[in-house]
């Protein structure tokens, strides 16, 4: 494994087993998260993006295997890992924000009660004042004010914003060395999601963590990430820096994405859509997914997966409009990129 990687995941294929057959969820996915980066995993809901995540943590449902690939971190397949081996680097080694926070707090127990369990199942030798002062400075660190009056808390108590802070108080409970955040946004205003995206960046500087963010959101990848990987259909169809991304994208569904950006429908008087609906993976289409939903598709697309092309040393994308033999279709974003994003 490449030490400058934190966690490296190779040709992962995760599949669900029901009484309608076999839905491929996640198909021959690879990627790399680098140490102390933002790498965002974008695409629309039910693109596979957190059974991907759920993958990595070890918390599939029954239902659902994962076929092939592997999972690095510190050289070793954390597939081959035991229960109780998992249940060590849960916390420490790779901790996770779950998308909705009500629902990821015990109403019936108080905040500080639930912050602590997180932080004696990984110090076993802290007494119970330590684990208090843990707490604490738990909680000042994700920016909840007074939080020696708050720790008797219940999570009834708090806003929105206020339960997403807990929520990423029990994840950073352990020091983890990753995080991954599943759509720890969504569920917030514009105003609150500014300042949890501020707060996940500056705790990541603070403690070198590398994050993989996940959400369906472009817009809030360009106030986070360094990297972003797009996802379709159980398959990443493009990744490269975040610039390369929002300034020359290449990938039509990644065009889709782009257009669905309030400040393109400021500069086109209206709101695009992406025609259509995703597809179903039982089992997956012929050729590429995107292709009924693509403008620009063409005969291969529906035959044939394409491969990735590279549009950068660090910027690839799995379009046949990058193949040489292909017509010419320029990105409709490149030159109103320039000027929005960088603005």
Same mark, same amino acid.
């Given at each position: 494994?490449?030490?400058?990687?934190?966690?490296?995941?190779?040709?992962?294929?995760?599949?669900?087993?029901?009484?309608?057959?076999?839905?491929?969820?996640?198909?021959?996915?690879?990627?790399?998260?680098?140490?102390?980066?933002?790498?965002?995993?974008?695409?629309?809901?039910?693109?596979?993006?957190?059974?991907?995540?759920?993958? &990595?943590?070890? !918390? +599939?449902?029954?239902?659902?295997?994962?076929?092939?690939?592997? =999972? $690095?971190?510190?050289?070793? *397949?954390?597939?081959?890992?035991?229960?109780?081996?998992?249940?060590?680097?849960?916390?420490?080694?790779?901790?996770?924000?779950?998308?909705?926070?009500?629902?990821?707090?015990?109403?019936?127990?108080?905040?500080?009660?639930?912050?602590?369990?997180?932080?004696?199942?990984?110090?076993?030798?802290?007494?119970?004042?330590?684990?208090?002062?843990?707490?604490?400075?738990?909680?000042?660190?994700?920016?909840?004010?007074?939080?020696?009056?708050?720790?008797?808390?219940?999570?009834?108590?708090?806003?929105?914003?206020?339960?997403?802070?807990?929520?990423?108080?029990?994840?950073?409970?352990?020091?983890?060395?990753?995080?991954?955040?599943?759509?720890?946004?969504?569920?917030?205003?514009?105003?609150?999601?500014?300042? &949890?995206?501020? !707060? +996940?960046?500056?705790?990541?500087?603070?403690?070198?963590?590398? =994050? $993989?963010?996940?959400?369906? *959101?472009?817009?809030?990848?360009?106030?986070?990430?360094?990297?972003?990987?797009?996802?379709?259909?159980?398959?990443?169809?493009?990744?490269?820096?975040?610039?390369?991304?929002?300034?020359?994208?290449?990938?039509?569904?990644?065009?889709?994405?782009?257009?669905?950006?309030?400040?393109?429908?400021?500069?086109?008087?209206?709101?695009?859509?992406?025609?259509?609906?995703?597809?179903?993976?039982?089992?997956?289409?012929?050729?590429?997914?995107?292709?009924?939903?693509?403008?620009?598709?063409?005969?291969?697309?529906?035959?044939?997966?394409?491969?990735?092309?590279?549009?950068?040393?660090?910027?690839?994308?799995?379009?046949?409009?990058?193949?040489?033999?292909?017509?010419?279709?320029?990105?409709?974003?490149?030159? &109103?990129?320039?000027?929005?994003?960088?603005?």
């Amino acid at each position: 494994m490449n030490k400058q990687y934190a966690l490296e995941i190779n040709n992962l294929s995760v599949s669900f087993f029901t009484a309608d057959g076999e839905t491929e969820a996640v198909r021959d996915v690879s990627l790399s998260l680098r140490q102390g980066e933002v790498l965002a995993l974008v695409g629309e809901s039910g693109c596979g993006k957190s059974v991907f995540c759920k993958a &990595i943590m070890g !918390l +599939l449902s029954k239902d659902a295997r994962i076929k092939s690939g592997e =999972i $690095l971190k510190d050289d070793r *397949d954390i597939r081959t890992l035991s229960e109780r081996e998992m249940q060590l680097l849960r916390g420490s080694g790779i901790s996770m924000i779950f998308q909705d926070p009500l629902t990821s707090l015990n109403p019936t127990m108080t905040i500080g009660r639930q912050i602590a369990e997180a932080v004696k199942l990984h110090n076993r030798e802290l007494n119970r004042q330590q684990i208090k002062a843990k707490v604490l400075e738990l909680l000042e660190l994700v920016g909840i004010p007074d939080a020696e009056s708050r720790y008797d808390s219940y999570p009834y108590h708090f806003s929105g914003g206020m339960r997403q802070r807990c929520v990423m108080a029990i994840a950073l409970a352990a020091d983890p060395q990753i995080l991954i955040a599943d759509e720890p946004t969504t569920a917030l205003d514009v105003t609150i999601q500014a300042e &949890i995206l501020n !707060l +996940l960046k500056e705790i990541q500087k603070k403690r070198n963590m590398s =994050i $993989l963010f996940v959400t369906h *959101d472009l817009g809030v990848v360009a106030k986070i990430a360094d990297r972003v990987a797009v996802m379709y259909a159980g398959k990443i169809v493009e990744y490269g820096m975040a610039e390369e991304i929002f300034y020359d994208a290449r990938h039509p569904y990644t065009w889709g994405l782009l257009s669905a950006l309030p400040y393109y429908a400021r500069a086109k008087g209206e709101l695009q859509a992406i025609p259509g609906f995703p597809p179903h993976l039982t089992p997956p289409p012929k050729g590429d997914a995107f292709a009924v939903r693509n403008p620009y598709a063409m005969e291969i697309d529906y035959e044939e997966m394409p491969p990735f092309f590279p549009v950068s040393e660090t910027h690839f994308a799995a379009t046949w409009l990058l193949d040489e033999h292909a017509p010419e279709v320029v990105s409709p974003f490149r030159e &109103i990129s320039k000027r929005r994003c960088g603005a």
